[in-house]
């Protein structure tokens, strides 16, 4: 293994420009005068004239824009028809921006859980008060904290009997009659996931276009019927096939509650893997469509996460910032449930771990058995409910699995077959506190023949009617929604004044039975989930791009480019799918989103090009191209290379100014970039590349690489023209190996001893055998930490056993990670380093002169391996001991601890972007561009997951291994970070947080700058698309161009861009311990408050909305967000 790093020294210095022009010819005597007063007196009669004609103009405008609100209300899903009628209803609206619900668990509100539009107030702290209010927001004060509570727990997988992983339930028959009325809501569902076994066409044409067809015929025959749905994707799909009849159709069912949308994202995304940027994205284009074809009657108001594979609360977050107040939650641990439903504490409310201070918890209900289909969800024996599943009958092509089939319901068996189901009910009714019960019944695409619609309504509608009839039995039983839920339960708890628990934490890691956890999903096909970042990130680039040259066009861009860019959101929210980003698909379904990805990816190059000539006023008539492409859909990108005389086109999409290193590949080594003023520090190196059919390290022939420092304001896009240059510095060259490079370069063999690197920010050292890294010194206090950084891999368990229990064991596969014992270490003779080379991983570490972090890039190919799962291992001198702190979805930090009762793989987390680990002096922050699972398993150590081949299928569905691995890249920065004294409360903190630095190192890390190549230009063109630059904490997590409705003919779709763009911002609580500071700090000085007309000197107005923008607030003309707020401003131009 080796090592390939080189310096660029930062000198910063002012440059002043003064342009002075010079106005000539001045006229003067007293003919001049009297031309000039003349001149004048006609002017003021013009402008006069003028006047006239704006102050008309004006009223004109002012009747019409109200004409248009009147038809916006009329056609809006607004939360208040009446906003616009007087000014007291605007003043009553500043206090309903961005509607959040009132909360049941909180004083005496009457109703528990009423959907109100109200402000949820609370001051947002002052700039300078952040650090001091910590306590604030780090505490969540529940009464159920999920890590207290796992050090509590036994996690015993004890034999529950009929319910096997719970206990015997009983009821007194007798008692039950005084209580409060049992009520029964069965809710019809399917669930559609749009790629898992089939493609997402595929199942489409298959299955989802036969349910929804249902659908619509169904529920306009059968009275009582009810339908849920959550998969907007297909929904789509299927809509752009109907007519305008059954359209109308189907609004009617969901203004009548016979149908209702839950959730409303594209997809039901997946909680470990995904980076909320894109969970806002995939939600966004949901409620988006919605918004504008299905109405007011089908904003969804509860949230549906059957199937995902444990459970974030950086979901909540942003469900409750779109005003969606319930939520129903399946996949959790089966020892959690069982404890949870010991002290019925299955439904509750669920808080951030950073406090409910300006954040509403979401009321959430775990489903209490093993699964959400119908033998595991009317009660708590599986082979009575399997009975009830009407489409297991013979005629329905599906069978039960404990051998006793469902019986049709007639007046000769009805009694006993009700009996049979009002138990179940009621023995499942016990786990709860109050009165109220739903009975989902679905599974995976059901109700895609008649037969279902037909079977399911008849028999339940007997078995209804003769429940109901039987007044001793005290039960009410009907079809419903899940809004009919919780409405019921609404009721129950203003009756019974039984208040709901408040909870905080996650639902991390997943085990469904056993010690079968879960914990490999994180970290299978991490090809896949490297370029669902890389999609984000040039998604994101995209959207900020087309929006700033719309508005710079007053919203005449083509519309062919913005469905370029729909197309490209609606590649990227597919993949969201709990079975996409996961890696948990069929190898020829992950090809398929990986070639919607690479389509998806190509359209933001489209888009990039398009906008950015705008944007810098460019002539141009060839297409732009980014810096890198790809061939296919699984391989890795391939750098294009820039030829002298050709534009480097650069484009920040952070809100706040970035000084740093920007690299490209060129054709000559005496290339350098004119820019004006001069770009002073410049470098050039060659490039090594590995040869796979060698396994040798080469300087590639005619190819280099120049580095230079940029300075690029907010959002600023500039383009440079590369040019010769014989002033641009060459690097030097130092390795243990011999490799030929360009005699333009010094190198030099050095050997196998230690070595050091550093800039003025940090110092590394790395192995000289090895080329790993050792230590890391950050130079703020001078203290080195270990690092021993080395390669550990798995191998996966093969005893094939019985629990104690009686269940029987499985290997692993996609879902599973059950290895065969500890981790072994990589043999380290494998190893050469210019760079880190060996049969399996080719290893790359950059330090830039000014920054402090060490940037690490991982090259990975197991294909030569089996039933192997290969880790990156830090092993530390931080005095962790046995916590350590993983991200949630990129939004937040959550503290683990190591649970020695658990095994190996139960300790292993989700690391959508980082993890850190700390002591009262230090912290080790690693980042990740991309998805990974993690652990701590020692004091002081960093366990990464890097890439998974497993032979066996792990029995979850799947039907299959893992074996289509890819040459993989995963990046990496670290950042060694000396730590002030601790706050007193730390021991109480549940959540974690980054430092400004660390706040910018994944921000950049995840949206680096821009680099496409342009035509040559006569001269350097800069365009600063913001006019301010924000404070440091506040993140503009996209800037999405609205949608209008979708035109369809003869299943063709259209859609033009809104003059109207979300701008979704963030604000991030900085950790202020830490001593490393901003390279940049000019965003310290930056107010707190966002104001968008100042930003944008062209926008007409703004206004805070939900997240998705299913509800507007007040006009106004500054913002402020509460910390850890992600909230959505929507713009007029």
């Known amino acids: 293994m080796g090592k390939r790093n080189f310096y660029i020294i930062l000198s910063l210095g002012v440059f002043l420009t003064v342009s002075l022009y010079l106005y000539n010819g001045i006229e003067t005597g007293a003919e001049a005068i009297a031309k000039r007063q003349q001149y004048v007196d006609e002017l003021r009669r013009k402008i006069g004239s003028l006047e006239q004609v704006a102050e008309q103009n004006g009223k004109t405008i002012d009747r019409l824009e109200q004409q248009v609100r009147q038809v916006k209300v009329e056609k809006s899903v607004d939360f208040d028809e009446d906003k616009d009628k007087t000014e007291e209803k605007e003043k009553e609206q500043e206090q309903e921006v961005a509607p959040v619900p009132v909360r049941g668990n909180r004083g005496n509100e009457g109703m528990a859980h009423i959907h109100q539009v109200q402000k949820h107030h609370k001051p947002t702290p002052p700039m300078t008060d952040i650090c001091s209010i910590r306590e604030n927001i780090t505490v969540a004060h529940s009464d159920l904290q999920m890590l207290d509570l796992y050090d509590t727990w036994k996690f015993e997988n004890l034999d529950g009997g009929v319910w096997k992983q719970g206990w015997k339930i009983e009821y007194d028959a007798e008692k039950v009659k005084s209580l409060p009325r049992l009520e029964v809501i069965v809710i019809p569902h399917s669930h559609c996931d749009p790629g898992w076994i089939m493609t997402f066409d595929e199942y489409y044409s298959r299955q989802t276009r036969n349910i929804l067809n249902g659908m619509a015929k169904h529920l306009g025959e059968k009275d009582e019927m009810r339908f849920i749905y959550a998969e907007m994707s297909f929904f789509e799909t299927w809509w752009r096939e109907q007519s305008e009849e059954t359209r109308k159709k189907v609004r009617g069912y969901l203004e009548a509650g016979k149908l209702e949308i839950v959730t409303g994202g594209w997809v039901m995304t997946d909680e470990a893997n995904a980076h909320y940027h894109s969970m806002v994205t995939e939600l966004f284009e949901g409620h988006e469509w919605i918004q504008n074809h299905l109405g007011k009657n089908a904003i969804p108001k509860s949230h549906w996460s059957i199937d995902p594979f444990g459970l974030s609360p950086s979901l909540p977050h942003l469900l409750t910032s779109a005003n969606i107040t319930n939520a129903v939650l399946q996949r959790v641990h089966y020892s959690v449930k069982r404890e949870l439903a010991l002290k019925k504490n299955l439904e509750f409310y669920w808080r951030q771990l950073f406090g409910s201070t300006g954040h509403p918890d979401l009321r959430s209900h775990i489903m209490p058995f093993y699964s959400y289909d119908i033998p595991h969800t009317c009660g708590p024996e599986p082979s009575v409910c399997c009975q009830f599943d009407f489409r297991r009958m013979p005629d329905g092509g599906k069978s039960c699995d404990w051998g006793i089939p469902p019986q049709r319901i007639t007046d000769e068996n009805v009694a006993e077959r009700a009996q049979m189901i009002y138990d179940q009910y009621r023995k499942k009714s016990q786990l709860f506190k109050n009165s109220v019960i739903f009975q989902p019944l679905g599974d995976d695409f059901r109700y895609d023949i008649d037969f279902e619609w037909n079977s399911q309504y008849e028999n339940y509608k007997k078995l209804f009617e003769y429940m109901n009839s039987k007044s001793e039995w005290n039960v009410h039983a009907q079809f419903g929604t899940l809004s009919d839920y919780f409405k019921k339960l609404d009721t129950a708890i203003s009756e019974s004044g039984e208040k709901l628990p408040t909870l905080s934490g996650d639902f991390f890691t997943y085990a469904d039975r056993d010690d079968h956890y879960w914990s490999g999903y994180f970290t299978s096909r991490p090809f896949y989930k490297q370029l669902d970042r890389v999609l984000q990130h040039y998604l994101r680039s995209a959207e900020i791009a087309f929006s700033l040259a719309?508005?710079?066009?007053?919203?005449?861009?083509?519309?062919?480019?913005?469905?370029?860019?729909?197309?490209?959101?609606?590649?990227?929210?597919?993949?969201?799918?709990?079975?996409?980003?996961?890696?948990?698909?069929?190898?020829?379904?992950?090809?398929?989103?990986?070639?919607?990805?690479?389509?998806?990816?190509?359209?933001?190059?489209?888009?990039?090009?398009?906008?950015?000539?705008?944007?810098?006023?460019?002539?141009?008539?060839?297409?732009?191209?980014?810096?890198?492409?790809?061939?296919?859909?699984?391989?890795?990108?391939?750098?294009?290379?820039?030829?002298?005389?050709?534009?480097?086109?650069?484009?920040?999409?952070?809100?706040?100014?970035?000084?740093?290193?920007?690299?490209?590949?060129?054709?000559?080594?005496?290339?350098?970039?004119?820019?004006?003023?001069?770009?002073?520090?410049?470098?050039?190196?060659?490039?090594?590349?590995?040869?796979?059919?060698?396994?040798?390290?080469?300087?590639?022939?005619?190819?280099?690489?120049?580095?230079?420092?940029?300075?690029?304001?907010?959002?600023?896009?500039?383009?440079?023209?590369?040019?010769?240059?014989?002033?641009?510095?060459?690097?030097?060259?130092?390795?243990?190996?011999?490799?030929?490079?360009?005699?333009?370069?010094?190198?030099?063999?050095?050997?196998?001893?230690?070595?050091?690197?550093?800039?003025?920010?940090?110092?590394?050292?790395?192995?000289?055998?090895?080329?790993?890294?050792?230590?890391?010194?950050?130079?703020?206090?001078?203290?080195?930490i270990d690092l021993n950084s080395h390669f550990v891999h798995y191998g996966a368990r093969k005893a094939r056993r019985k629990f104690a229990n009686g269940n029987e064991d499985n290997p692993a596969g996609a879902y599973l990670f059950l290895p065969d014992g500890e981790a072994r270490e990589l043999k380290k003779e494998e190893n050469e380093w210019i760079v880190i080379e060996g049969d399996l991983i080719l290893q790359t570490y950059t330090l830039y002169q000014g920054l402090p972090w060490i940037d690490l890039d991982n090259e990975v190919d197991v294909r030569s391996k089996e039933n192997f799962e290969l880790a990156l291992r830090f092993s530390t001198s931080i005095s962790s001991n046995d916590e350590f702190f993983t991200d949630l979805n990129g939004l937040q930090m959550i503290k683990r601890r190591r649970q020695t009762k658990l095994p190996t793989q139960a300790n292993f987390y989700p690391m959508s972007a980082g993890v850190y680990i700390e002591d009262d002096a230090s912290r080790m922050t690693i980042h990740s561009a991309q998805a990974l699972g993690v652990s701590s398993l020692a004091s002081g150590q960093i366990e990464i997951m890097l890439d998974r081949r497993l032979s066996s299928d792990d029995n979850r569905g799947l039907q299959q291994g893992v074996r289509d691995n890819k040459r993989t890249v995963a990046h990496f920065r670290m950042v060694i970070e000396p730590m002030s004294p601790t706050s007193s409360n730390k021991k109480d903190e549940r959540v974690g947080f980054h430092s400004h630095v660390g706040h910018l190192a994944t921000w950049s890390l995840h949206y680096p700058v821009v680099k496409m190549m342009g035509e040559t230009t006569p001269k350097s063109i800069a365009s600063k698309n913001l006019e301010q630059e924000l404070n440091c904490d506040l993140h503009i997590v996209t800037f999405r161009t609205l949608a209008s409705p979708t035109t369809y003919e003869a299943n063709e779709r259209s859609t033009a861009a809104e003059k109207k763009a979300a701008i979704v911002m963030h604000r991030v609580v900085p950790d202020c311990r830490s001593r490393l500071t901003l390279p940049d700090t000019s965003c310290l000085t930056s107010g707190i408050e966002i104001e968008p007309l100042k930003l944008i000197s062209s926008l007409k107005s703004a206004r805070q909305t939900s997240l998705t923008n299913l509800y507007e607030g007040q006009k106004s003309e500054q913002f402020k967000l509460q910390p850890n707020d992600v909230s959505s401003i929507l713009v007029s131009f």
Do not use: W
């Open 550 to 784: 719309n508005i710079e066009e007053e919203g005449m861009m083509e519309s062919k480019v913005f469905e370029k860019l729909v197309t490209a959101r609606r590649a990227l929210s597919l993949f969201q799918h709990h079975d996409g980003v996961t890696g948990t698909a069929k190898d020829h379904v992950v090809l398929d989103y990986g070639q919607k990805m690479i389509d998806a990816l190509n359209a933001c190059e489209d888009v990039l090009s398009e906008s950015l000539v705008v944007l810098l006023g460019i002539d141009s008539t060839k297409k732009m191209e980014m810096d890198e492409k790809r061939v296919n859909e699984n391989l890795l990108p391939e750098k294009r290379v820039y030829k002298v005389g050709q534009n480097v086109v650069l484009f920040n999409t952070l809100s706040r100014n970035r000084n740093e290193p920007v690299c490209i590949r060129v054709d000559s080594v005496d290339a350098g970039i004119e820019a004006d003023p001069p770009i002073t520090k410049q470098q050039i190196s060659p490039v090594i590349e590995y040869i796979e059919e060698s396994k040798k390290l080469v300087a590639k022939d005619g190819v280099f690489e120049l580095c230079f420092l940029a300075f690029l304001g907010p959002m600023e896009s500039v383009s440079l023209k590369l040019v010769k240059s014989t002033t641009t510095s060459k690097s030097e060259i130092r390795t243990n190996g011999k490799i030929q490079v360009d005699s333009s370069f010094k190198s030099s063999s050095v050997g196998n001893s230690d070595f050091i690197v550093q800039n003025d920010k940090v110092k590394a050292e790395f192995d000289g055998e090895s080329g790993m890294i050792k230590k890391a010194t950050s130079l703020v206090d001078d203290k080195p």
